[in-house]
């Protein structure tokens, strides 16, 4: 492996700035979910990433077929089918915030790159592609077959994933670069849900009232807002401002605009990010719902709703205590809940929340109390919210020690087994664990503002998928 080593380190350093230019092609262009062509599932943004990957590949002598506008399918070689390495080209909407650069105008600043999916999932998806063609090029013998699949829609379901393989069958192993160092080896379960009034509750106003008039927040379940908006009528943006110099919440600006005669825009900014990981974000709609609250507004409609909802969702807490259903255990670490959605009206109301749950979590002790919670508060929720089971695949594989050892190897220290609250591609496959690309103590700021990538490290991940391939196709 020494050897094998010192040649693709080579090699790749050799083409640094090639995959630089690749990933920024990649990047540049919009690969979020659209409706924009009935022929297209996914929409043409994702089907351009597809194509856009394949024409990289094939200009390296690689082989590939765009699979029915689900995926792009990629061959090291023409040998048995072994190993599978699972990355996307689809994205989470570019979103707002960016200050180093906007989400699809890719640059590289002090050894990173920054753009929409640099580091969920193109940068990754070019670190194994990279791999591959070190391997082919530098001739290094396998015995095997590494394919590399790259899908079209992880970040809005994973159907292209079950398409592909529900025709084409499963590989011995597969691993996927969405995710952290060294090895994830259990990945928490999902508990998302939809909740909306159980009957139109509005409140007519008092005789020159002040109404929360519509409330829009929120771009992807998955994703926790970085920005909150409410539009209130009755009032005149002095007036507000003079309330809101008594309002303060760490972390949060609250700004106001004026929106007509007698309306306000208020704006709330706190820090988005994944939903996996609410303790490095500030939730900018629980922080805009408290902020709402602290205003005090004559009897409406939202004087009631607002209550509930903070009751439910308090700012600057995710652990599902107010549920009743924070729990935890060693293995998979503890529960999670975050409130990413939510759209309102006077007597309207639709949230969105998203759980992460351990291994632990059961019917019993989390969904049926969260019904009852939502409940007693005035809500239902959908019928179809159920407990999606954690993923685990046992440390004494073969798949997870090579993978170990070629993380040593690279990254010169002794790798480990660990858990992540956020799904990977693999969640659902029984024989896939997650490899790289990034390290917990790196964030890179995945489907938030000015999300970006380390390049040393996508440099070193494309050592490391290497060797794996060697290691597993022999």
């Known amino acids: 492996m020494k050897e094998n080593k010192k040649l693709i380190e080579n090699y790749i350093l050799d083409h640094k700035n090639d995959m630089i230019s690749d990933l920024f092609e990649l990047i540049k262009i919009d690969s979020s979910y659209a409706e924009d062509n009935p022929a297209l599932p996914y929409g043409s943004g994702p089907e351009e990433a597809l194509n856009t990957i394949l024409s990289i590949a094939g200009q390296y002598g690689l082989q590939g077929v765009n699979y029915d506008h689900q995926v792009a399918v990629i061959d090291l070689n023409e040998k048995e089918r072994y190993l599978d390495i699972v990355a996307h080209m689809d994205v989470v909407p570019g979103g707002d915030g960016w200050t180093v650069t906007e989400p699809f105008h890719p640059i590289e600043k002090n050894g990173y790159i920054y753009g929409r999916g640099s580091s969920d999932d193109k940068g990754p998806a070019i670190a194994a592609l990279y791999a591959m063609k070190a391997i082919k090029e530098l001739n290094i013998p396998l015995k095997k077959n590494a394919r590399l699949i790259l899908g079209a829609d992880e970040e809005c379901g994973g159907e292209d994933l079950d398409y592909y393989y529900d025709r084409e069958g499963y590989p011995t192993w597969a691993f996927s670069p969405d995710g952290e160092f060294p090895v994830v080896n259990v990945e928490k379960g999902f508990f998302s849900g939809e909740f909306h009034f159980k009957k139109e509750s509005y409140i007519p106003l008092e005789e020159q009232g002040i109404e929360v008039t ?202 480990h087994c660990r858990y992540s609250g956020g799904g990977s591609y693999l969640h659902g496959l029984e024989f896939g664990v997650v490899f790289g690309c990034e390290f917990t103590e790196e964030p890179t700021n995945m489907h938030g503002p000015d999300e970006h990538v380390n390049i040393d490290t996508l440099l070193k991940s494309a050592v490391a998928y290497a060797l794996a391939i060697i290691e597993l196709c022999n």
Request: negative net charge; contains cysteine; proline residues 5%.
């Open 214 to 415: 519509h409330i829009s927040v929120g771009e992807a379940s998955n994703m926790i807002p970085g920005n909150a908006e409410a539009i209130i009528s009755g009032i005149k943006k002095d007036e507000l401002d003079h309330t809101l110099e008594n309002i303060s919440i760490h972390g949060i600006e609250i700004d106001s605009q004026t929106e007509g005669d007698q309306a306000v825009r208020i704006i709330v900014r706190g820090k988005g990010g994944h939903a996996s990981e609410p303790e490095r974000c500030n939730n900018a709609l629980t922080a805009l719902i408290k902020v709402l609250n602290d205003i005090q507004f004559p009897k409406c409609c939202w004087t009631e709703v607002g209550k509930m909802l903070e009751a439910l969702f308090p700012h600057n807490s995710w652990d599902g205590s107010s549920f009743g259903v924070d729990m935890e255990d060693s293995a998979s670490g503890p529960l999670t809940m975050s409130f990413t959605m939510l759209e309102y009206s006077p007597g309207i109301l639709t949230g969105i929340f998203d759980s992460r749950v351990p291994l632990c979590a059961k019917k019993e002790n989390l969904e049926i109390p969260v019904r009852k919670k939502l409940d007693k508060a005035g809500f239902t929720l959908n019928k179809d919210a159920r407990i999606r089971k954690p993923h685990y695949v046992p440390e004494n594989t073969e798949l997870v020690q090579a993978l170990l050892k070629s993380y040593a190897n690279v990254f010169e220290e002794a790798g």
